[in-house]
């Protein structure tokens, strides 16, 4: 049971704890730099709402004078929503695209297991950084508000984490269709770098426009951590959608996997 | 019943067709070799067989399981023994992560036995390996479960000259104990050592399959012979004689013939030197492959 995703986790065990550290150095020094904001007098504020509204809305910046406003916009809506988004695209453009192109699945699928299991154990395998990183950085994000003494709420900080999940799946799912339909690796780990990019400037240049439901299609659409960690407002509905489409996304590129010539 | 049993098996990859309606079948305990130059569609049929490529027209069955039938072929797969042409790995598991990974799959009752005639570097991550322990690693995987059929794709490839001659006697012993055992090279020497029969594939087209021996037997002998007046062909009349060509005293034929009319037509001569072989299996080939034979 589970010899794939064991096999294939063990590959990404470096890069995930090498993410997991920078991640939760950069966070630190988000945090750090807090106070100075939060008690300098100028107006930060009439600032960001001077700036235009898709920028603003892009990068979640509402208020930066209180830590759930500032932790929200400069952390989580750019590094968790963005970048981790782009990395987990990334990584699952290169799942099996790239097993395919080397023929390393050969000597996988010789013995007597099916595609579609392989198929999906490589995809639970991307599971490791989504559930590492939601773990550590939780600890390290609260452990750094105590220590400026603006401690965030524990509670809408795990569920910002824990929303996040279904978003990074559809991430990976974007990346798991492109890693089985296209033939090389490299292509398909570009291609899904660019979707998911694309999706996310969709979704905010579109917002505040008559073409705002353009954007409806872009997963960061329904993920929100100013929401939930400023206005603590828990949106499940947007986040079983999401879940809904990532199970799709798989579910499609295994039928694919399954059928195509390797 | 056969072990493989194919059946106008067809790939067309756009207007080529890679394998043209093949059929031919391997018996349980026999090495056939699947003979070809680079491209004839050899590495095709074999991922068709295993499944990883669906064919066009056509199928095949191994062990009497369907390959286009994904669970069927499943089945059969963990009496199967694979090799991939150039097997490719993770790079950076080390040799011995990669082996309880496929041990995990499929077993690996023959493991440590496999592992005294060829020797991979098992604590070494596979980045660093050469083609030739690549190629060892390979063939530990594929016999390590103790599969009943083989399934390989140029095995020796990489391999260094005494490593090749030491899988062809395991080759020998792994038929004798009734494995069947079904592999392409291009190398016709390496064919002539180890396989019963072979088959001959050609853009695509079964060209012939063959009895290796009786194919030997109806090549004929080589004879080159060494008189001490020149021989000329005119005067050298026997039934039997090919490819006559002499220069000065020497003279040089293929002899497929009854072996006293070539005595008898001799005896009129001094004979200085004489050898009689068996021709390089490249001649014998040569028609199949039409012009240069490809070793």
Partial sequence: MLETTRYEARQRVRGTLALAVLLGVFALLVIYLFPTIAESSADIDAFIESLPESFREGFGAETYTTIEGFVAAELYQTVWVLLLGLYMAYAAGGSLADDIESGRLYLVLATPVARKRVGFETFLALCLPIVVLNLTMPLVVFGGTIAIDYPLDPYYLLVVHALSIPYLLVCSGIGMVLSVVLDRGDTAQRSAIAIVFLLFLLDSVTLGTDVEWLGAISPTRYLDPTEVLLHETINLVDSLLLFVVATVLVLLSLVYFQHRDL | ?295
């Fill in chain 2, 1 to 295: 019943m056969a072990v493989i049993e194919v059946q106008g098996l067809t790939k067309a990859y756009g207007d080529i067709l890679a394998n043209d309606h093949l059929t031919f079948s391997i018996e349980r305990g026999e090495i056939f070799g699947y003979l070809g130059p680079n491209g004839a569609g050899k590495s095709t049929t074999i991922r068709q067989l295993m499944g990883f490529q669906s064919p066009t027209e056509g199928t095949a069955t191994i062990f009497g399981h369907d390959v286009r039938d994904d669970a069927a072929l499943r089945e059969a797969k963990s009496r199967i023994g694979f090799l991939p042409g150039e097997p490719a790995y993770t790079p950076g598991v080390t040799g011995s992560e990669f082996l309880e990974y496929q041990a995990a799959l499929k077993g690996d009752e023959r493991r440590d036995e496999l592992l005294e005639l060829f020797t991979p570097p098992l604590d070494r991550q596979i980045r660093e390996y050469s083609t030739g322990n690549r190629q060892m690693l390979g063939i530990v995987q594929a016999f390590m479960h103790d599969p009943d059929l083989l399934v390989m794709d140029e095995p020796t490839s990489g391999l260094d000259p005494l490593k090749q001659e030491a899988f062809h006697g395991f080759l020998r012993d792994e038929r004798d104990r009734g494995t069947t055992i079904f592999f392409s090279s291009h190398i016709l020497g390496e064919v002539r050592r180890v396989c019963d029969r072979v088959g001959i594939i050609r853009d695509g087209k079964l060209a012939a399959v063959e009895d290796v021996d009786e194919l030997l037997a109806r090549g004929g002998k080589q004879v080159r012979v060494h008189t001490e007046t020149p021989l000329a062909e005119a005067e050298f009349d026997v039934d039997g004689v090919v490819g006559f060509a002499s220069e000065g005293r020497e003279a040089r034929f293929t002899f497929t013939g009854d072996y006293n009319d070539l005595f008898a037509a001799l005896a009129d001569h001094r004979i200085v030197d004489i050898e009689i072989d068996e021709p390089p299996i490249e001649e014998i080939f040569m028609h199949f492959y039409g012009g240069e034979a490809d070793a």
